[in-house]
């Protein structure tokens, strides 16, 4: 029985370095044998692999900020455009191995937490480095970690939905102020709501935990088409329209009899000119309809149409207010 071997950061520096050296189109026989004398060492064999597996790896990286940023600043200091076909690909050999560099001779220094954001009215959709995929919505902001045991997510505001790639040995966790949301392959969307969170399951399966003011707090394990609502009065899961609850993430917002308030602040969350109800009356009228993201107008239009309500704009803010006819100057 032969025992493996963890790598020390020196092994993984010098397979790092071996990795790039073969990867050349022409390699030295005298190369190929000072290899294989290295590979025999306690520890070479383990960290080759792990060199090698990230490679494998490392398409889903290409775009990645980091990823450019390092190979760019390594070719830089490599040989030119002139410079011989051969020399320039050992250049990119090399310039890859300060990833690889970056990456297991420095303790994951490129999975440090990154940070995404959009501002009002954009959304916008990541691509991580594990195959997963996150999309912001609007006003949102997001802090990604992946490490080798978990892939750590912080939701700080906003929304967000993550399509989960399956990794058995590393769940995917969200945490969105006291409420964390743990996935290893599924569909899921949160949601930033009075200081804790909403959640909707789209597929496969998430424990929710929420553990305000440092207690314990509660667990939930949702099914699909299930969302819970970690500061709601019941504290217990409810079925959901998913369809209409990630309606945002194809750009438009659904309403299946939602009263006009709860409407209104979605719509909101989408412009910096904000629509305003007169009264409470007014925000309990029932809204269906399917409106693009972002289009205020005719959201407004029709609502003032089919609940026979007059539009008053304010030429200063730009806000719209929405109140019965009769009860203000409409706009023309």
Known sequence: MSLSTVPSEEAKAQAADWFARLNKRDVPHADMEAFRIWRKAPGHK????????????????????????????????????????KARRLAYGLAFAVVLLAAFGGGYALWAPRTYSTGVG?????????????????????????????????????????????DAVRPFVVTAGPTSVTALGTRFDVR????????????GAVEVRDGAGG??????????????????????????????????TSGRLIFRAVPLREAVAEFNRYERRKIEIADGAVGEALITGVFAVGDTDTFIGAVADLHDLAVVRDSKNGAIRLTRAGDGDASP
Not at 131 to 143: E, N, P, R, Y
Not at 192 to 203: E, F, N, S, Y
């Open 46 to 85: 383990e960290a080759y692999d792990e060199v090698d597996a990230f490679w494998r790896r490392s398409a889903a990286l290409q775009d990645d900020p980091d990823i450019k940023a390092a190979i760019s600043g390594a070719l830089a200091r490599t040989p030119g455009p002139a410079a011989a076909p």
């Open 122 to 166: 954009e959304q916008r959709t990541i691509t991580l480095a594990d195959g997963s995929t996150v999309v912001l919505d609007t006003d949102s902001q997001v802090s990604v970690r992946l490490g080798r045991a978990r892939r750590d997510l912080r939701l700080d505001q906003g929304q967000a939905l993550f399509d989960v790639a399956h």
């Open 215 to 248: 207690a314990p707090g509660h667990v939930w394990r949702l099914a699909p088409g299930q969302r819970i609502a970690t500061r709601a009065p019941s504290g217990a899961p409810s079925r959901v329209d998913v369809d209409a609850a990630t309606s945002w």
């Open 192 to 203: 930033r709501d009075r200081g804790g969170a909403i959640i909707t399951l789209v597929r």
